[in-house]
């Protein structure tokens, strides 16, 4: 069966876009699936350095959609996992170098000997956006809980749906449960309650991804990281699977165990 | 080139309709009969009649982007396609030729610059949240089952009606008219006018309850649904 497009973007920069392009694709191909992540940050390319597959890059998209190599050659394989293949950007050209049919036509190219095609936007609506979500299947919105990344998410969600590639699904990055607690970030409902998508992802403060950042390694590849778990947790929804959400903002003893018996629904 | 494509003059700009064809086709003939026209099209607004053709933002974005090249302005699109009218709405494009900031001229000034089909009173049905950076404006009155998202603006000739939280810009009674109002089950807007006022939303205290928003003798008053019925 042909691969899923998967484009993961936001609107606002700095969200979580590459990182979670990164561990998403990790996570599936740690689950035996095949699987090819593109930058489509060409100019301000970043998802090679977060992999750790900088030093191997020769060809990149730009190479490929200019015709001066062949796709595979640009495909950059990672030693670590079966079957995880990144796609770099270029980083001496920008954005008009590619068009959304050119995108299109290089997903169909790779879509059947994979299963998942993850493609990492850069911010904004503009060409950037536009070439990354051009050969989407579905689209994942990345989204901090803070107020104007949820506007620019809201944006882009309208964008999103315009162009009809069907319902956008929503991550929420960098949720710091304390702060939820006292009142000072914004909670899961609170951001439903405005953006009003389904729900794939929560993903908790962690500095185990600034680290696993620096070094390349993915923080899906760190048993102990509850970023990793959290985006293990969206690649086996993505195969369909049902997971419950953690519950990150859970108090512990019987006042918790009380309120979350009354509050309804929760991040589910 | 193919046969040229019919251009009318209207209020605010030039009305270029597409005939039956490809988008592709049509679009190309359409910059090549600017190209070929230089000076008549530099400056000029142009407003687009696509009929029933499903364009999303990045064909209308593209569109908008080659005329600004050519320094030709697309500032409205009209069409019948429920998709086109949406994408227009998101990039900020009329979706009828009525500008709802000039008040209404008598009828033999408008002969071939109104849109017939929508007289000045008519409701605008939207059935679904207004989301950030989406426009929406209307000469008549404008009903949306939905939310108003902030970054989202609604303007307006007559009443606004929001069933739902009411967050992002609205102005009614846009083209003068006093008498409008704006209502919400949840009126919070980020800024509120009407006709010539504006006034932003004060800190909200007690439970969130429907207003009703409307001019008192030139002040912009809130007031609860229900208050008028309470004290008749």
């Not at chain 1, 060409?42 to 190479?63: A, K, Q």
């Not at chain 1, 068009?99 to 993850?118: C, T, Y």
């Not at chain 2, 006709?195 to 004060?202: C, F, K």
Request: hydrophobic share 45%; net charge negative.
């Amino acid at each position: 069966m042909a691969a899923r497009v998967v484009t993961v973007t936001s609107g606002k920069g700095g969200v979580g876009k590459t990182t979670a392009t990164a561990n998403i694709g990790v996570a599936l191909a740690a689950a035996g699936q095949r699987v090819v992540c593109i930058d489509a940050d060409i100019g301000l390319r970043n998802l090679d350095v977060v992999m750790g597959l900088e030093n191997r890059i020769v060809y990149d998209l730009v190479d490929v959609v200019e015709g001066r190599c062949k796709l595979r050659q640009a495909m950059i394989k990672d030693k670590r996992l079966p079957d995880l293949h990144l796609i770099p950007a270029a980083q001496t050209r920008d954005k008009t170098a590619v068009s959304p049919k050119d995108m299109v036509r290089l997903a169909d190219e790779i879509r059947p000997d994979f299963d998942w095609v993850v493609i990492d936007s850069p911010a904004g609506i503009e060409r950037g956006f536009r070439n990354a979500i051009a050969p989407a299947d579905l689209v994942l919105i990345v989204t901090n809980p803070e107020v104007s990344a949820v506007r620019d998410a809201d944006r882009i969600i309208g964008l999103v749906e315009a162009e009809e590639k069907g319902p956008p699904q929503l991550i929420i990055n960098r949720v710091k449960a304390e702060m939820v607690r006292r009142g000072d970030m914004l909670s899961t409902q609170d951001v439903l309650e405005v953006l009003a998508i389904q729900l794939i992802g929560v993903i908790p403060e962690d500095e185990q991804v600034l680290v696993s950042s620096n070094q390349g390694m993915p923080a899906a590849l760190e048993p102990k990281s509850r970023a990793g778990k959290a985006f293990r947790d969206i690649a086996r929804r993505l195969n369909g699977e049902e997971v419950p959400f953690d519950d990150l903002e859970a108090r512990d003893g019987f006042f918790g165990r009380l309120t979350r018996l009354v509050r309804p629904g929760g991040a589910s | 080139m193919a046969e040229p494509l019919p251009i009318k003059g209207v209020r605010d700009g030039l009305l270029i309709t597409l005939p039956p064809g490809m988008w592709g086709d049509l679009r190309a003939s359409l910059l090549a009969t600017i190209d070929d026209r230089g000076d008549f099209f530099r400056g000029a607004r142009l407003a687009l009649q696509v009929e029933d053709r499903a364009l999303g933002a990045a064909d209308l974005g593209g569109l908008r982007e080659d005329l600004a090249r050519r320094e030709a302005t697309l500032y409205a699109v009209l069409s019948t396609s429920p998709l086109t009218l949406a994408a227009a709405a998101n990039l900020g494009l009329q979706t009828n030729l009525q500008r709802p900031g000039v008040p209404s001229q008598p009828a033999e000034e408008e002969e071939e610059a109104v849109d017939e089909e929508v007289p000045a009173e008519a409701a605008l049905l939207l059935q679904h949240t207004l989301r950030s950076g989406q426009v929406l404006r209307h000469p008549g009155h404008v009903i949306v089952l939905g939310d108003v998202n902030p970054g989202a603006e609604i303007i307006a000739g007559g009443n606004i009606l929001v069933w739902g939280h009411l967050r992002g810009v609205v102005h009614a009674g846009a083209g003068g008219d006093e008498s409008a109002r704006v209502c919400a089950l949840d009126l919070a807007p980020t800024q509120l006018r009407i006709a010539g006022r504006i006034a932003v939303s004060p800190k909200r205290r007690g439970n969130v309850r429907p207003e009703i928003a409307f001019l008192r003798e030139g002040q912009l008053v809130a007031q609860p649904w229900d208050e008028e019925r309470r004290h008749a």
